[in-house]
Antibody, heavy 121, light 110 residues
Framework: EVQLVESGGGLVLPGRSLRLSCAAS????????LHWVRQAPGKGLEWVST????????AYADSVKGRFTISRDNAKNSLYLQMNSLRAEDTAFYFC??????????????WGPGTLVTVSS | QSVLTQPPSASGTPGQRVTVSCSGSSSNIASNFVYWYQQLPGTAPKLLIY???QRPSGVPDRFSGSKSGTSASLAISGLRSDDEADYYCAAWDDNLSSPVFGGGTKLTVL
């Protein structure tokens, strides 16, 4: 069974940094592209970033480009999101999601339960 | 403002058939697959329909997806109280080179 578990969320001051992690199990991690999707409380879903199986393809939403960095460690079955220069509008639940392919198909076939990031002074 | 347009709410009574619409454009729905996600209250989204009309294993055949031109629809037949959830459509957008979502439709079972 595919399992994705996010961690690293919390309360952070505007302008500071936070690193999210996603631990994966139940599938051959290095075979698949992975995504981060976020959801502000009470709002809709927003794609944040995608990384392909070998980290050769990386994409970001314009809203986070230049501030967030996605990465993965295939030896540790882990996905990461380094978030710098955080803003109030980055407050959201952050979900790790698995693609069905090694490349970015833009589809989210399995999801983690999410971790909440709150940016506030 | 979401790239894909969904009605904010829909409702039906148990046993009824309801549909949720999703409107897009030539750069997304018309030229790419559509995906539907179900988000039950307080939980993470779950893939409900993939590649416009395919159901993942475990999803009841009460749920079906269709696409025509720049629009797509999710149909739920034999409505049940535990179908009460938020439903999101999504598709790849060729102009943005990224996946895009609809704003979500909150389904209420009366």
């Amino acid at each position: 069974e595919v399992q994705l578990v996010e961690s690293g969320g919390g309360l952070v001051l505007p302008g500071r940094s936070l690193r999210l992690s996603c631990a994966a199990s139940g599938f051959t991690f290095h075979d698949y592209a992975l995504h981060w999707v976020r959801q502000a409380p009470g709002k809709g879903l927003e794609w944040v970033s995608t990384i392909t199986w070998n980290s050769g393809g990386i994409a970001y939403a314009d809203s986070v480009k230049g501030r967030f960095t996605i990465s993965r460690d295939n030896a540790k079955n882990s996905l990461y999101l380094q978030m710098n220069s955080l803003r109030a509008e980055d407050t959201a639940f952050y979900f790790c999601a698995k693609d069905a392919y090694s490349w970015n198909s833009g589809a989210f076939y399995a999801w983690g339960p999410g971790t909440l990031v709150t940016v506030s002074s | 403002q979401s790239v894909l347009t969904q009605p904010p709410s829909a409702s039906g009574t148990p046993g009824q058939r309801v549909t949720v619409s999703c409107s897009g454009s030539s750069s997304n729905i018309a030229s790419n697959f559509v995906y539907w996600y179900q988000q039950l209250p307080g939980t993470a989204p779950k893939l409900l329909i993939y590649k416009s009309n395919q159901r993942p294993s475990g999803v009841p055949d009460r749920f079906s997806g269709s696409k025509s031109g720049t629009s797509a629809s999710l149909a739920i037949s034999g409505l049940r109280s535990d179908d009460e959830a938020d439903y999101y459509c999504a598709a790849w957008d060729d102009n943005l080179s990224s996946p895009v979502f609809g704003g979500g439709t909150k389904l209420t079972v009366l």
